[in-house]
Structure formats: structure tokens, C-alpha cells
């Protein structure tokens, strides 16, 4: 009796544990790990199918279980590191465990695999970007004239147009795009918001930091910078509108300059199709407290 009574406790106390899977989300990625005797799967496919049932398992049992990217260079650079043999299952568990502190994880909800992967992917770059870009903006050093931080002050900045930018639309759905040209790289940020009302506004905290932190860098470095928005409303045109930095400032971009930005692949720069039903238009004033002091650096 009082052996069954500790299993069932056992189980009751293992549904209170949340667990946290690496996913190996690419073929190239699977392939690197098969060098080790010891990963079981040979077969990609294979994989994601079982760890989808595993999740569904886990789930069916009651136990929350995010899922962290596993990045093959990183376990062979922690295990290093940490004098760890890494053809074992308890090293790659330890490795879990950090990216599970540290790393980009998504929860799982019951969600498809093929809609977990992306966003785990979609969350890896986000995090990357915002770590790049913190990189570069910490690099800028201090005013020569004032010795302000120029890099806080430029968060600062950008919070504040972020703020305005946000403020001055409409209710409905906003999807924020910032893209950077920041020699070697041009940075790219996204911030989404959904249900929203007008006069209250819910960003997601992280995707709000990465957009500020790129926006910032923009600020600091006085890189070509844009800032583009679409507004979603039921029962209306969508509308597009947007503006470049100028200084410390967001400069209106006229509906043609917006139609193109919009209408041009980031990557390739050809031209995109336009969708049908939108309106590409001039954005509304942000104001007086749109403006910068000019003293940013």
C-alpha cells in the first residue's frame, strides 16, 4: 500500500515539472549531430515526427514543455567549454538546459510542428538581432562635445518615436517594420499588435526591445533608416505609410515612396506585386512631440 501511494505521488510530482526539448529544426543542423554514436535518428522526418508525438504525449499528460533551437556549433562549443564529453545523452541535456535559460524557446500548446518551427526560427533571429544590434549600439562610445551616452540616448529617442508612431494610429491591427542599413549588414525588425482599441496599446515586451534597439541604431550611427506601418481595421481598407529618419526625427515618406518600399523585396530588391485593396497614403502627424531637441549627439 504504502509503495503505491509513493508511485502515485511520484506521478503527481512529475506533472508539476516543465521540461524543455532542443529541436534540431534543419536538415544541415540533423546531419551535424549524426556524426555522434550515440543520436538515435538517422532520418530527419523521422525525427520531427517523433518529437511532435513526444510533445503531444507530454501534453496529453498534463505537462508544459517549451521547445529551445539546438544549434550543433554551440553543443560542440559548450561541451568544450565545460570539459563535457559531447557523444552522450546527458551532456545534450545539459546543453538543453542552458539554451533553455539563455536561448530563444517557443511554448507548445498543441500546436502543428510546422507552425512551432517557424516561429522558433522567426524568435532565434529576433533574439539575434536584438543581441547584434545592442553590440553595435554599446560601440558608439560618448558624445566628444558633452560626453553623453550616445547609445542610451538614442534608446531613449527611439522609444519615445516608437511611442508616437504607435499613438497616432487608428484602432485596429499594426504591423511595424524597421529596416536599418548598417554596414555589413542591413538589420530588420518587426512589432505586431493585435485587438487593439483606441487609446490602449499591448506590445510584446521583446519584439518591442528589438524594434527600439534597431531603431536606436539607427539614431546613433545616423544609418539610412525607414519605418514602415500597416493598419488593419474590419470592414476597411487596409493602409500603408510610412517614414525615414532624418537626424533624430521621422521624416513623412509621400504614398509613392511608401508604394515602393513597400512593393520591393529587402533581399533581392526587385519589385513585389501589389496586393489589391490597400491604400498606400502619406502617414498622420506625430506632432510636436514627434520632434527631436537636435542634441541626441
Known sequence: MAHTQQHTMRRVLRREIAGTIGLLTDEQDFRAMRRYRTFAFDDHTTYLQQVEALLKALAAQGSHTTVALFDPEEYAEFCADSGL????????????????????????????????????????????????????????????TCGEDIGRASFIRAAHLVTRVVETAGPGELHLVCSVTSAPDTLVAALRTEGRIEGTTCLDESEALEFTTVLALGIATRSACGLVMRTTTPDTTDRVYGWRLHGEDLEPLTAGEVFDAYCTDLDSGDLVSPESGVDYCVPPDLGDRGKGTGHTH
Open 85 to 144: 564529453e559531447p557523444d552522450t545523452p546527458v551532456s545534450r541535456t545539459r546543453f538543453t538546459a542552458q539554451i533553455a535559460a539563455t536561448g530563444p524557446t517557443i511554448p507548445y500548446d498543441g500546436q502543428p510542428l510546422d507552425e512551432l518551427v517557424p516561429d522558433l526560427v522567426d524568435e532565434a533571429v529576433r533574439r539575434a538581432t536584438w543581441e547584434y544590434a545592442t553590440t553595435l549600439l554599446a560601440r558608439v562610445g560618448t558624445c566628444a
